[in-house]
C-alpha cells in the first residue's frame, strides 16, 4: 500500500505539472516546451501502469480478508490514478492542436485562463483529500466538473457567433478543440472526485446523489455530516433508480434505517403518492417517507427500512409451519386491501399491451422468442406476432368486471413478512394503480415460478405454493363473480412467462417460459368464437 500511495502522489504531482506546462505553451508556443511536454507522457504511463500493477496485486493478496476500507481505497486509487493519466493525455492532445493556429494570439480572445484555474485548484486537493478523507473536499472536486463546463459553454457559443461570420475557420475549429479537451479535463476530475468520496463513504455514488441524499436527509431531520452514514447500495434493481440503504454509524440525530432511492422525477413522485394512498387504505403496511426532495429532472425519497424478509426467502428457507402463518396473515392481508378498495367498474386490461412493450428486451437478450408462420401439414400454425395480434383482439372484449387497489409490480420481493410483529408489508410502490387484481395476482404467480431453483425438493415446494395462490385467487374470483377470471388470467400469465425471459440467461429454462407463454396465446386464440366464461387455464402451465 505503501507503494502505491507513494507512486500515485507521484502521478498527482506529474498530472499538476503537465497542466502547468500546457497553460504555460498556451501563454508563448515554442517547440521545445511542447516536446517537454510529450516526453513526460511516457513516464506518467508508465507511472498509472505501476500503480495498476500493484493495485491487482494487493486486491489479489488480500484475498479472504475483511479489510473492506483498505480495498475501497485500493479500487479508488487505481480509479483516480487511470483519470490522472487521461488529463496528461489531454494536456498533449492540447499542446499539439495548438502547432495548427496560424498565430498563438488567437486563442487569447477566449477564457481559457479561468478554466486553466479550475483544473489545478481540482488537482491540488486530490492528494490532501484522499490522506485525511475530506468528503467537502471530494465534492470540492467533483464540483470542478460544472465550472468547467459552463465555461466550455459560454466560451462555445462565443466561437459558434464567429464561426457564423464565416472568418478564421480553421482557427476556431483548432480552438473548439481544445476547450474540448479542457471540457473533458473537467469529466475526469469528476470521476476523481467520485472515486474519493467512494474510499470516504464506503460505496459508489455520483455526486448528484450525493447533493440528492444530503438534502433528503436534511428533510427528514438529520442533523450530522455524510460521514455519520453507513450507505450500502442495493444492486440489482430493474427501476433505473439509485436505491441505497441508509443508517448512522454514530448519535447524530438520525434514529432509525432507511432506504434511499434518487432517479427520474415521475417515478419518484409517483412513489411518495402512492406510499401516501397506502397509508389511508392500509395504515402500516407500506414504509414511511422520511424526506422528499426535487431538483430539476430528478427527485430523491427517503423511506422506512422495514425489517424482515421477502416471501420468496420464507418459502425457500422456513420450515412449514412459519410458511403455512405466513400464507395466513397474508390472505388475510390481501383479502381485506381488495375488498376495501373493490370498485364496481368495468375496465379495460393491457397485458398483450405490456408484452408489446417489452418484446424488444425479450429478443435482445433471446433473439429466437418469436416464431414464424408453419405448417403441420395442411394445418396452419400462426406466428408470435400474429397471436399476440389475435389475444389483443380477444382481451379487449372481456374487461375486469370490477377494480381494486394494486401493487401493480407484484413480485415476491417486494412483499416483506416481519416475524416479530406478524404482518404483511409492501415496498417499491411506484406502479401501484387501481386496477384488475389478476395484474397482481398473475406476476405473484410467476415470480414463484420463475426463480431459478432446480432442486427437486424446493422446486416442489415452490410448485405447492403456486397452486396454494392459484386456489385463493380463484376462490376470490368466485366469491366475487368474476366469470372472466381464467381468461384473463390466462392473458396475464402469458404476458408475464414470456417478458420474465429478458431477465433469464439460463437458455433452457427461459425456453421453457417462451414456450409456455406461447402455449397459453394459443390455447386463447383457438378459444375464439365461444363463451369466455367456459375458457379454462391449464393448471399445469403453473408448475415446473
Known sequence: MKHIIENFRFLVIEAENQVKLTYGLMSEYNEELLEKIASKDDYIDNLKTSIENSCFSSIYDMKGTEDQTSLNDIRALHIICVNLERIADYCVNIGRQ??????????????????????????????????????????????????LDRLFKDNFIKMMEELKQGSNVTNLITVIFIFR?????????????????FSIIGDRIKIRQVDALEKTLSESGFKGSLSDIDFTSIWGSRSGCRISRVGNKRHSGFKA???????????????????EKWHKIYPGLSPRVFGYYEKHNTASILVEFLQGCSIDQVVLTETPEVIRNVFYIFEQTIGEIWSKTKMIEQFSTDYMNQLKSRLKSVL???????????????????????????????????????????????????????HQEQKINYIDLYRSKQADYVQDASVFLISHFRLPVFDIELRERLNTV????????????????????????????????????????????AEDMFLRAHYLMEKIAAHKGKKWEDFRLPENILFY
Open 257 to 275: 434505517q432507511g432506504i434511499f432511492k434518487e432517479g427520474i422525477i415521475k417515478k419518484i413522485k409517483k412513489e411518495k403518492e402512492n406510499i
Open 98 to 147: 495548438l502547432g495548427y493556429l496560424t498565430s498563438i494570439n488567437f486563442i487569447k480572445e477566449y477564457d481559457y485562463k479561468t478554466m486553466f484555474m479550475e483544473i489545478r485548484r481540482g488537482l491540488s486537493g486530490i492528494y490532501d483529500v484522499f490522506n485525511i478523507k475530506d468528503l467537502s473536499g471530494a465534492l470540492s472536486i467533483c464540483r470542478t466538473e460544472f465550472s
Open 364 to 418: 435482445n437478450v433471446h433473439k429466437n422468442f418469436i416464431k414464424p408462420v408453419g405448417r403441420i401439414n395442411d394445418m396452419y400454425l400462426s406466428s408470435t406476432n400474429e397471436l399476440i395480434d389475435t389475444c389483443f383482439l380477444i382481451e379487449n372484449e372481456i374487461p375486469a368486471p370490477f377494480t381494486v387497489f394494486i401493487h401493480g409490480d407484484y413480485n415476491t420481493n417486494n412483499i416483506v413478512y416481519n
Open 181 to 197: 479537451y479542457l471540457e473533458r479535463i473537467g469529466d475526469s476530475l469528476l470521476n476523481i472526485g467520485e472515486a474519493l468520496i
Open 466 to 509: 403456486t397452486l396454494y395462490f392459484y386456489e385463493m385467487f380463484q376462490e376470490f374470483a368466485r366469491k366475487n363473480n368474476d366469470n372472466t377470471f381464467e381468461i384473463r388470467m390466462s392473458l396475464a400469465l402469458a404476458r408475464s412467462l414470456y417478458t420474465s425471459t429478458r431477465f433469464e440467461l439460463n437458455y433452457k429454462f
